[in-house]
């Protein structure tokens, strides 16, 4: 059945990708099986986002195995005409399919998937569970390896001790008996070393398991061989410690590394929060906080972070780092919001029915599909996984022909202890290993990566381009005062709910000064970023924002000032005086010692001589900068060459975030969290960034330390193994201590380092 399907839909390479692509499973024959997705109240809880034209599903698909499964459940649109696109996280297991609600339903994308072999795990009982356990065959290999290398160690004694010429027999019994416990090892534990080496093979690529499954052949042939006509006692020993000491090392590297990838996915969550609104006051609180019943506030151009029903104010609701769709969608109240989509008209409250979903908003921050240029692994590593076994075999090559003019004994153990001893695992991984920890360290400081090349690209910065307004001013230390008409108290409470529709740091301070007695929500509000907000109140038209923007009529002192203008009469101005954050200018010239620095601001040139004395002439001061001219600077920074990183707000800045090299957004209480940023940082973290640089830089040195190590024990593993002094048991004990130390001087220096630099 599963062959016709692929067949119809031109898709039978998937046989020739693996030599057993897929899991035979009983399909069910219930055509009812899946019925209940026909209940909308059901499918409401698996779909992350839904419109007219697509429909977004994540699934649990416990049966992925191999490229095979990669190739055909992206290619599930030729099954399915209705699917629009499926991609797979092949090591969680997991798929992210987007269909045409016109063209299939939820029922139907499951039903495919059933009768190709993935049936989803669906628990409707409890969504928010934990999935099930995953494949643990790695882990049943690793027992039986042990279990029988440890009877052929006992049963082996003989061999190593003596044993009297009356008791030979016993000899010959326990030689067999090692043959067959070494059965299991040879033909179940070291599947993995013999699948892996095979696939590369058929792609023409002998990977790092080739010499490792040659070794585990070449030492049971030759046992076998002594066994049945030599009558003495092989390696069976040796082999069964080879595929054990193997197993654990494989263990090790996945466990070690699958907590160090995905500790920021499951264990750690964005500095990011949003307004809890309880007894008509506000709360800023944590996502992870946030619970289903819960009412929170949604500022302009804020991102939504849970799924929820509007239940007051007007949703204008950009769903671009959803869907794709540049357009906003109008929602009236009563509404579905999904979470990831930004607010663009004013303030909205929602009801939560959904916890916070940290898994999701990592999958929506890592969506960016834009291509930046990151080195990835280092030139020697990228050369050592292509070519190391075809050197390996040379070697070994050279060393047989040696000891066959000079001491043919000594072939076998100089051969096998050579492809065990170069296994160049701990090589390979000094590179994803330092970068795991390097991202666990700058998460524990409230320092989010999206991935391991940000460190790379942020070890390559030349030029450091800083926003000025909510980025090295403190936003929630603005001095600030009034001057003009005096305002009544209804005026306030206009002001304030006004500005409490925008995120921008200014906005927010008024709204902290004048904060409403009673709710009034603005009509018709519109902010034009970094420029000034608009609403009316009845047949009020107020305008709030820039002299530009508000076209305020009279004089003004120097400075930050935000203008009033209701129906056209100026009412007067707020004049801000800037509040630094701590040390931020003094980090900022400490770095330009070393860095080029350019200061973008959308605030006029008050402070200009105070900057300038402060940072000093060699900085770039740039004032009156648009969103669009920030963009068009870092444009014209890359065109000349510059490795640009960009520090903003994440609020008008996004454009200019995602065109850097490196785009930081820092994060204060309020959840202004953009997908268009490498990296997310709380603002506390900002005066420490020429210290996160200088902590990126030893990246590098960490991942040479390693490497070097590494080396030396494979160099020095080899001197004796093409001498034939080295057992091949001693050999497989000595591989997963390799990898051991990689692992701990990877976390011992990198840590070290960390403490240092603070």
Known sequence: MVFQILNKAELCDYYSLNQNPGVSRKLTNRPDKFAYLDEEKITLQLIRYQDKNQVHLNFYL??????????????????????????????????????????????????????????????????????????????????????????????????????????????????????????????????????????????KYLNIDFPIAIAILATFIRSLYEVVYANEGGFFDSLAGIVFFMLAGRVLQETTYRRLTFNRDYKSYFPIAVTVIKDNKEFPTALPEIKPGDTILIHHDEIIPVDGILTRGSAFIDYSFVSGESLPVRKEIGELLYAGGKQSSGAIELLVIKEV?????????????????????????????????????????????????????????????????????????????????????????????????????????????????????????????????????????KIASLVSQSSHPLSRAIYELHKPCSSLIPQNFTEQTGLGISGRFEQEIWNIGSLSFTEYRGSASEGTNVFIVVNGQSLGYFHFNNSYRAHILDTMAALGKKFNISLLSGDNDAEKNYLRKKLGRQTTLLFNQSPEDKLQY?????????????????????????????????????????????????????????????????????????????????????????????????????????????????????????????
Not at 378 to 386: D, S, T
Not at 423 to 447: D, K, M, V
Not at 644 to 671: H, Q
């Open 634 to 758: 870092i444009e014209s920074l890359r065109l000349q060459g510059a490795e640009v990183m960009m520090i903003g707000d994440g609020l008008n800045d996004a454009g200019a975030l995602k065109r850097a090299n490196t785009g930081i957004a820092i994060c204060e209480s309020i959840n202004n969290f953009t997908p268009s940023s490498d990296v997310i940082m709380e603002a506390s973290a900002l005066s420490g960034l020429h210290r996160i640089i200088s902590f990126a830089e030893k990246s590098r040195q960490v991942v040479l330390l390693s490497f070097g190590i590494s080396l030396l024990y494979n160099t020095v593993g080899m001197y004796f193994a093409i001498q034939g002094i080295l057992s091949p048991l001693i050999a497989a004990i000595l591989m997963p201590i390799s990898t051991i130390s990689i692992v701990l001087i990877t976390f011992f220096t990198s840590s070290w380092y960390g403490k240092r630099l603070r």
């Open 62 to 203: 416990p049966q992925i195995h191999c490229s095979s499964c990669l190739y055909l459940l992206e290619n599930l649109r030729k099954i399915d005409p209705g699917v629009i696109s499926s991609t797979v996280h092949f090591i969680e297991k997991e798929a992210a399919i987007i269909f045409n609600p016109s063209q299939t339903t939820v029922r139907k994308v499951v039903e495919t998937l059933a009768s190709i072999g993935y049936e989803p795990y669906i628990s409707l009982n409890d969504l928010s569970a934990k999935k099930p356990k995953k494949d643990k065959s790695l882990i049943f290999q690793l027992g039986v390896a042990g279990f029988c290398f440890g009877n052929i160690m006992l049963l082996s004694f003989p061999e190593y001790l003596g044993i009297d010429v009356k008791d030979q027999y016993l000899q010959s019994a326990f030689r067999w008996l090692s043959l067959f416990l070494s059965l299991p090892v040879v033909l179940y534990a070291a599947l993995p070393f013999y699948r892996s080496a095979w696939s590369g093979i058929k792609h």
């Open 357 to 493: 979903s940290q898994g999701y908003l990592t999958r929506l921050w890592n969506k960016d599909k834009e291509e930046k240029e990151h080195s990835g692994s280092p030139f020697f590593v990228n050369f050592l996984a292509r070519f190391f076994s075809v050197i390996l075999l040379g070697i070994a090559t050279l060393t047989a022909i040696y000891w066959y003019y000079h001491n043919p004994a000594r072939i076998w153990p100089a051969v096998t202890a050579i492809f065990i001893i170069a296994c160049p695992c701990a090589l390979l991984l000094a590179n994803s290993f330092t970068s795991g920890h390097f991202l666990r360290i700058f998460s524990q400081h409230n320092i989010y990566l999206r991935n391991a090349s940000v460190i790379d690209s942020i070890r390559k910065t030349t030029h450091l381009v800083f926003d000025k307004t909510g980025t090295i001013t403190d936003s929630s230390r603005f001095e600030i005062s009034w001057h003009g008409l005096p305002l009544s108290e209804l005026q306030k409470s």
